[in-house]
């Protein structure tokens, strides 16, 4: 299954969750109400998002004449991708790492540690440039603030539950066909559902920029190589990072905590690398 049709699956099953949970909770005006809210949260987040991110890793901007490596092989590869020139930021740390931000090619920015930049080759760093470039082409802001909107109403919706089951919500009919035990469920099991979902859109979207940006830097070598790098700096010198941000990263910041497999926001690093080296095969290429 293509990792677009995978994400609009996934999209459509989080839309069957609300509409299943909201139904249940307050029926259609309680399922607007968290529609609405939702929706004003993370149309901020997402018209913002650049800037407070890039304020919050204490980001400065590249000027003209600063990081020449950098500033090139990113105006190659927007001219091959055929997108705007992003804005460059450089994140004053030693830890390895790199991400895009902004909510539409044309009000991009691209950001990279000051570890990266010492880490990596040219053709490594390309190929993690060609990943973050291929997040603004391939709009994932926008896909990951659409995901963010829809888990936020669940979130909402199983608050309401929770409050719903609390001062027992409903009529008593309703209590006394399980609608008491529904409350509950949708308390307990919807966040769940919304977090885990959240989180494979966002795989999805980290297998889909390594696939595109092989594309774009005409090779995934250098990104492979890059990723085996990143695997082994966030050991020695692992990166300070807040979880909410974790999703931004080409390499999960985070990767070094024991979280389960279902709850990151990123692929496995060795899955990643077999796709990449896959991409290069005389089989793929046949």
Known sequence: MSNTLKTTLLLGVLTGLIL??????GGQQGLITAFVFAIVMNFGSYWFSDK???AMYQAREVGPDEAPQYRRAVEKLVQRAGIPMPRLYILPTDGANAFATGRNPSHAAVAVTEGI????SQDELEGVLAHELSHIKNRDI???SIAATLAGVLMMLARMAQWGALFG???RDERNNGGGIGLIVVAILTPIAAMLIQMAISRSREFQADASGAEMAGSGDGLARALEKLHTAAESTPMPAMAQTAHMFIF?????QSFAKLFSTHPPVEERIARLRAL???FHNA
Request: glycine share 14%; charged share 5%.
């Open 117 to 120: 930049l010492r880490l990596m």
């Open 142 to 144: 926008l896909i990951s």
């Open 52 to 54: 407070i991110v890039l």
């Open 20 to 25: 299943a949970a909201g139904q249940l909770v």
């Open 252 to 256: 999960n910041p985070l990767s070094g």
């Open 280 to 282: 290069n095969s005389p």
């Open 169 to 171: 919500g409903g009529s």
